[in-house]
């Protein structure tokens, strides 16, 4: 098994979260809203690390006992390895621990790796929206009890 230390994200990743973020996703979020997730005591950063490099990261914002999960993005060079299923585990039990029941997230249709993740963790679907990400690309709605 890989060797990965999971942590909470602090603002000295921030430039490291952009850059990953910058290699993967089409709309990368803007540096102030990775800050939030780490410093909003209603949001949750996690990291995985691998060999002190960081290999990928969670966010999700919780709102009472729901959270939706904003993003997870594994570097390129480290995917296909287990990281992601790793760190979404994590993510689910901390949010677990925080008291949350419900968790929500939205992706994009045709993110096969992302929804075999999300379906291999216990999520399911339960809605569809059009054109959500664009013209032609629909956001599929998916949900999983704690
Ligand atoms: C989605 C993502 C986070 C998965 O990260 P990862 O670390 O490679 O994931 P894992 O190695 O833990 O694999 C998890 C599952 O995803 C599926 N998967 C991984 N790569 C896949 C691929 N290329 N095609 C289809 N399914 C794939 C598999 O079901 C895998 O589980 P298994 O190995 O037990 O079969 C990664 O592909 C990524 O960063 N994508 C770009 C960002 C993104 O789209 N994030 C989701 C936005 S909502």
């Given at each position: 098994m890989?060797?990965?230390?999971?942590?909470?994200?602090t603002?000295?990743d921030?430039?490291?979260?952009?850059?990953l973020e910058?290699?993967?996703?089409?709309?990368?979020?803007?540096?102030?809203?990775?800050e939030?997730?780490?410093?909003d005591?209603n949001k949750t950063c996690l990291?995985a690390?691998?060999?002190g490099?960081?290999?990928?990261?969670?966010?999700?914002e919780s709102?009472?006992d729901?959270?939706n999960?904003g993003?997870?993005?594994?570097?390129?060079?480290y995917?296909?390895r287990g990281?992601a299923?790793?760190?979404?585990d994590?993510?689910l039990?901390?949010l677990?621990?925080?008291?949350i029941?419900k968790?929500?997230?939205?992706v994009?249709h045709?993110?096969a790796?992302?929804?075999?993740?999300?379906?291999k963790?216990?999520f399911?679907k339960?809605?569809?929206r059009?054109?959500?990400?664009g013209?032609g690309?629909?956001?599929?709605?998916m949900?999983?009890?704690?």
């Amino acid at each position: 098994m890989l060797d990965l230390v999971i942590r909470q994200g602090t603002l000295s990743d921030v430039q490291a979260i952009m850059a990953l973020e910058q290699g993967s996703i089409e709309h990368p979020w803007e540096s102030k809203a990775i800050e939030t997730l780490i410093t909003d005591s209603n949001k949750t950063c996690l990291i995985a690390e691998l060999d002190g490099t960081i290999a990928a990261y969670v966010g999700a914002e919780s709102v009472l006992d729901e959270s939706n999960i904003g993003n997870i993005v594994t570097h390129k060079d480290y995917r296909g390895r287990g990281i992601a299923t790793r760190l979404f585990d994590a993510l689910l039990k901390e949010l677990k621990e925080q008291g949350i029941a419900k968790v929500f997230l939205e992706v994009e249709h045709d993110n096969a790796p992302a929804i075999a993740l999300y379906e291999k963790s216990g999520f399911t679907k339960y809605g569809h929206r059009r054109d959500y990400y664009g013209p032609g690309k629909d956001a599929v709605l998916m949900s999983k009890e704690l």
